[in-house]
């Protein structure tokens, strides 16, 4: 009984203690952050891991794992913590031997409160060119391309691909403009926001007169059904909201699968991701 009642006098000058060191509230802020985005373009793998390895796993998103060939990371925009950031990608495999393989390993530095996008391209097979890497974007979005508008830009991000036009049409059959949207973009390079009328839009790639992409269209509750032969491949993954004024988009055009013949992936294509949601009322 008195080792008992020692032990309790024992705890309760350990609680007054600890309260004594109690001077205030926990501060429980992450700080600034930036955020990041990551598009998978290399053509002559399957799924990547894209991760940040610098040691600060509770300010690196961990949902950029088996990302698919022409596909946004899980999550779109994800934030993290600013600063220089040092980044891997592997091979997404069961075999240990093979997902432990580093095939990128590089860094950039961020800054707080800027939105980016990390573009994945070139190759990792022996003997192409160029090899992988990452080409980042800062994503300066317009705050909002105003009343019955959305705004739109084209990456060009099919590795192999001579410099494209790119123009924003209704429906497949669309003669085109005398001029393109987006006029002579070269590889990796980024157009400028143009503001278009909400609508059932598409896109239609060309280079100089030869069709890179015939067509890709979407209404506002999802993919609208198109052939899905030759160049003519529509792209299955716009979200809704294009003929909803004040979204802001981005279209990458994204190349055909550097090996083997799956029809998904025999050609070009364009993933248009969502830069800013449409602004609540």
């Given at each position: 009984?008195?080792?008992?009642?020692?032990?309790?006098?024992?705890?309760?000058?350990?609680?007054?203690?600890?309260?004594?060191?109690?001077?205030?509230?926990?501060?429980?802020?992450?700080?600034?952050?930036?955020?990041?985005?990551?598009?998978?373009?290399?053509?002559?793998?399957?799924?990547?891991?894209?991760?940040?390895?610098?040691?600060?796993?509770?300010?690196?998103?961990?949902?950029?794992?088996?990302?698919?060939f022409r596909s946004l990371g899980l999550g779109g925009y994800r934030d993290i913590a600013p600063g220089?950031?040092?980044?891997?990608?592997?091979?997404?495999?069961?075999?240990?031997?093979?997902?432990?393989?580093?095939?990128?390993?590089?860094?950039?530095?961020?800054?707080?409160?800027?939105?980016?996008?990390?573009?994945?391209?070139?190759?990792?097979?022996?003997?192409?060119?160029?090899?992988?890497?990452?080409?980042?974007?800062?994503?300066?979005?317009?705050?909002?391309?105003?009343?019955?508008?959305?705004?739109?830009?084209?990456?060009?991000?099919?590795?192999?691909?001579?410099?494209?036009?790119?123009?924003?049409?209704?429906?497949?059959?669309?003669?085109?403009?005398?001029?393109?949207?987006?006029?002579?973009?070269?590889?990796?390079?980024?157009?400028?926001?143009?503001?278009?009328?909400?609508?059932?839009?598409?896109?239609?790639?060309?280079?100089?007169?030869?069709?890179?992409?015939?067509?890709?269209?979407?209404?506002?509750?999802?993919?609208?059904?198109?052939?899905?032969?030759?160049?003519?491949?529509?792209?299955?993954?716009?979200?809704?909201?294009?003929?909803?004024?004040?979204?802001?988009?981005?279209?990458?055009?994204?190349?055909?699968?550097?090996?083997?013949?799956?029809?998904?992936?025999?050609?070009?294509?364009?993933?248009?991701?969502?830069?800013?949601?449409?602004?609540?009322?």
């Amino acid at each position: 009984m008195r080792l008992l009642r020692h032990s309790l006098a024992l705890l309760g000058l350990v609680a007054v203690a600890a309260c004594d060191r109690d001077n205030g509230p926990t501060d429980t802020s992450i700080g600034s952050r930036a955020f990041v985005r990551y598009v998978n373009a290399v053509p002559d793998t399957a799924a990547l891991d894209f991760r940040f390895v610098d040691g600060q796993i509770q300010d690196s998103p961990q949902t950029f794992t088996g990302t698919a060939f022409r596909s946004l990371g899980l999550g779109g925009y994800r934030d993290i913590a600013p600063g220089s950031r040092r980044m891997r990608a592997f091979v997404n495999d069961t075999n240990i031997t093979v997902a432990s393989r580093i095939i990128l390993d590089t860094t950039f530095t961020f800054e707080a409160g800027k939105y980016y996008s990390i573009l994945h391209t070139g190759f990792v097979r022996s003997g192409a060119s160029p090899r992988n890497f990452i080409r980042v974007y800062e994503d300066a979005r317009p705050e909002n391309p105003g009343g019955g508008n959305v705004a739109v830009r084209v990456v060009h991000a099919a590795v192999g691909a001579p410099n494209v036009d790119a123009y924003i049409v209704d429906a497949a059959a669309t003669t085109l403009p005398a001029t393109p949207t987006a006029a002579n973009v070269p590889f990796l390079a980024a157009s400028g926001w143009v503001t278009t009328p909400a609508r059932a839009l598409g896109l239609r790639v060309q280079a100089g007169a030869t069709p890179v992409i015939a067509s890709t269209t979407a209404n506002a509750n999802g993919p609208v059904a198109g052939t899905t032969t030759g160049v003519n491949q529509p792209s299955t993954d716009l979200p809704p909201g294009v003929n909803v004024g004040g979204a802001v988009y981005t279209a990458w055009v994204l190349p055909a699968v550097g090996f083997g013949t799956g029809a998904a992936t025999s050609t070009p294509t364009v993933l248009w991701t969502l830069d800013r949601r449409i602004p609540r009322p």
